[in-house]
C-alpha cells in the first residue's frame, strides 16, 4: 500500500476516504471553503444559512470552521481589504477603472472623518470666536447673504 494520493472531484474538492460506501462521508475543509465562510460572514449570513449553502450541517460547521466564525466581526473588514488591495495592485499597473473605484472608496472612508474632525473645532470655538473667523472668510454667494426683500429682481 505505497503512496495514497487523494482523488479530486469535478469542483476539485478532494474526495474523502470511504465515498461511496454506507453513511455519510467525513467532511474535509478546503481553504476554499474557508474564504466562502469569510465572505458569507462579511455579508452578515447566519451560521445556519452558511451551513446550508455549504451542504453541511450546523455542527460540522463549528466543528472545522470555528476560526472564521471566530471572527465574525472583523470578516467585513478583511474582506474590504482584500478588495482594496487588489484594486490598488490592479491601479498600479494602469487600471484606469480600478483606480478611480479605490479613490472613489478611499474618499469616501476619509469624508466621515474630515467631518468629524471639522464638526469638533467648531464645537470647541466660543461665539465670538465663530463670528471673527465668518468675518475674515466671507462666502462667495453674495446673493445668499442678501435678505430676500432686498434681493434685486
Do not use: C
Not at 475543509?29 to 451542504?55: C, F, H, M, V, Y
Not at 490598488?88 to 467631518?115: C, L, V
Amino acid at each position: 500500500m505505497g503512496n495514497f494520493e487523494p482523488a479530486f472531484d469535478l469542483l476539485g474538492d478532494p474526495i474523502p476516504e470511504g465515498f461511496g460506501k454506507k453513511g455519510r462521508p467525513p467532511h474535509i475543509p478546503t481553504e476554499k471553503n474557508r474564504s466562502k465562510i469569510i465572505l458569507l460572514l462579511a455579508q452578515g449570513w447566519t451560521d445556519p444559512r452558511i451551513a446550508g449553502a455549504l451542504g453541511i450541517s450546523l455542527p460540522t460547521l463549528r466543528k472545522h470552521y470555528f476560526r472564521e466564525l471566530k471572527v465574525r466581526d472583523i470578516a467585513r473588514d478583511r474582506v474590504e481589504a482584500i478588495g482594496l488591495l487588489t484594486l490598488w495592485e490592479q491601479a498600479k499597473a494602469g487600471n484606469t477603472a480600478a483606480m478611480k473605484e479605490f479613490f472613489r472608496r478611499h474618499d469616501a472612508s476619509i469624508e466621515p472623518i474630515y467631518d468629524e474632525r471639522v464638526n469638533r473645532e467648531t464645537e470647541r470655538r466660543g461665539k465670538k470666536e465663530q463670528d471673527r473667523l465668518e468675518a475674515e472668510s466671507p462666502p462667495n454667494d453674495w446673493e445668499s447673504v442678501i435678505p430676500p426683500q432686498h434681493r434685486a429682481h
